[in-house]
């Protein structure tokens, strides 16, 4: 059980369009071992995302269980999601959604300030993450002043700053050009392979799950099929 | 997967227990500090400059009207209290009773029912708990026309008894300044000073060489009957009235005999009484006791205190009004908050949604926006407070100088800043701010996330 960060049992999520309803998931069981690097393919529309915004705890499944360190994560009760979210996890966008006022240090520092820490800890240990997504000449530019790839070597220093069990990614590499996309997954599997960090990547691309220790592909809200 | 469900189940009610306590400690851990808090609305606050000022203006200006209102109340309200209790609230006023003008009588002067005899003055004179018993009589009325005779010139003058022994009727009276010899003592008899008016009119510039001189006050009937009144000057008093008018002033005795002639009546004292009655009692018991007496005897009886409890009462309820009229301001203002807030809301709404992501929980939104909303409130509250303050200091020197320019006797800070009122100001103003930023706070706090981050 120790080995398993992640564990989904019938996972299933229903949303209303209009009067129809849409089911992105029906019953999808994931299993991902501490230290593992897991790619999320499939087709868009197959529902790849609503996995990840659900183990993440932004959206609330329908139906199924999460499990995360072998607990269960109760979808109903907003402070324990908020949480999951806070301890946990750690997302990095596609667009990056970092704060444009803030600097990159100021960014990377945020999750923490909603953890009550100190903001000479917090800014010590922005420092620290930036400087090992290579920004440590960054620390005060904004994300204006940052290209896409080293906006979301900030995103990833932000994701981690809260030391979270596990990093969930969605297409990050769908803004940026090839060369920059390889160079963002290599320090993903960097910090995969140096730092034992769990990874979850959603990603169409299969130069992108390339980098992945195992592949799972999702068609129509259902596991389809494993690599790896 | 039968094994790994079963595996799950079992581990789930191992660890269900754990999980429980693990949900406590979760929704008890550290939460966001005060001063993030209030940096963070500050920085939020900041880059909205416009935003904030405009949404702020409305507040500044119901705080600034309220501050100046109620300012305005507390400062009459203390210059009355000041000046009745330099006065005394142990003095009170006694008025002879007149019967009610009617059809039948609304053309001779008006019977007198209860009088305020010498012998009522003597029996106040008498009494322990009285400190000093003044009687008045009135030289006004009936067509008297008075003058003043310094050798061989007169001039016409306005003769009263001079209020200022006991600012009783005057309270906010400036006391006189004498420019040459003494005033009159409070039993004064045969003597008289004028004020410089008076002796302006009649050419004198030398006001120390007419002391001690011989003078007369004449009075003259309609049928040209002629009567003088020698007193001797004693003192010199700079025009206090705003009219310039010549003045003289005498004691209460010299007064009653100037009236009785004029009456053709030397009983007139006997039998009209004195106009009226102050007596100090020496303290505020023994003021009740005598007014109690003094009522019973069917006088009509005024005490200072009473007075001023009316006028404390009157300026209360002029305050409230005043004061709501600021309210229905900062009701208008709470509106513009509100709305500020809103668009705020809808404006931040990919930042909610990112702040959510990385850990920020609907009570964090929701306090910040709540802060934001107080803190306009207060920014608006200190403006409007030092506005307020402003208005009433300008104000005031406006009103000054303008008693100055009409010459009345009148001075004071009539709008007094206290620091209750600061406080109430401010308090009132970021209470408005964040009751204003309740429902857009709890509309930020309850915003999806996933929505929030697709938001453009």
Redo the contacts between chains.
Sequence with gaps: ?DDVVV?T?GLARRYKMGDAFVDALQGV?L?IARGEFVALVGPSGSGKSTVL?LI?G??RPTAG?I?ID???L?AS????L??H???HVG?V?QSF???P?LTAEENVA??L???????KERRARARELLERVGLAERLTHRPTQLSGGEQQRVAIA?ALV?QPALLLADEPTGNLDTTTGVEIMRLLKELNQEHGLTLLVVTHDPEVAAFADRVVRLRDGQVNGFRG | ?PT??C??VT??ST?LG??TD??TD??A?????LR?LAQ?AL?NLG?HKVHTGLSAVGVTVGILTIVTMVSLGIGVQREIVQAFTSVGLETIEVRPVTEERTVFNQFTDPQRLVIITPDLVEEMRARDDVVYVRPRVFLSGGGMRVYLRIGSETVEVRVSEPVWWDSANDPFAKPPEMVAGENLAADAQGQIIVNTSTLEKLGYDAFETLIGQEVALVLVTPRSDRQEFPLRLVGVVDTHTGTNYPGAYIGVADAAALKAWWYNDPDLLERNGYDSLTVKAASLNDAAQIVALLEERGFRVESLKTTLDIANRTLSIMQTMLGSIGGLALFVAAIGIANTMIMSVYERT??I??????????G?IRLLFVVEAALIGLLGGIVGMIGGWLLGLGLNAGILTYFDYMDVPLRGTFFFVTGWLVALALGFATVVGLLAGLYPAARAARLD??EA?RHE
């Design positions: 059980m564990r049992v069981d299993e915004n993440g932004l959206d269980e499990w072998g607990k269960e109760s009760d907003e402070k324990a908020t949480h979210r806070r301890q997302f966008f959604n970092l704060l006022r945020l999750p300030m909603f953890s009550g820490i100190p903001e932000r809260g | 997967m790994g469900s595996a799950c581990g789930k660890d754990d999980e693990e949900s979760g929704t851990l550290a939460d966001m500090t993030d963070t920085g880059r990919r930042e949604g990112i702040l959510k992501a990385v850990g920020a929980s609907p964090n996330p996933l981050l």
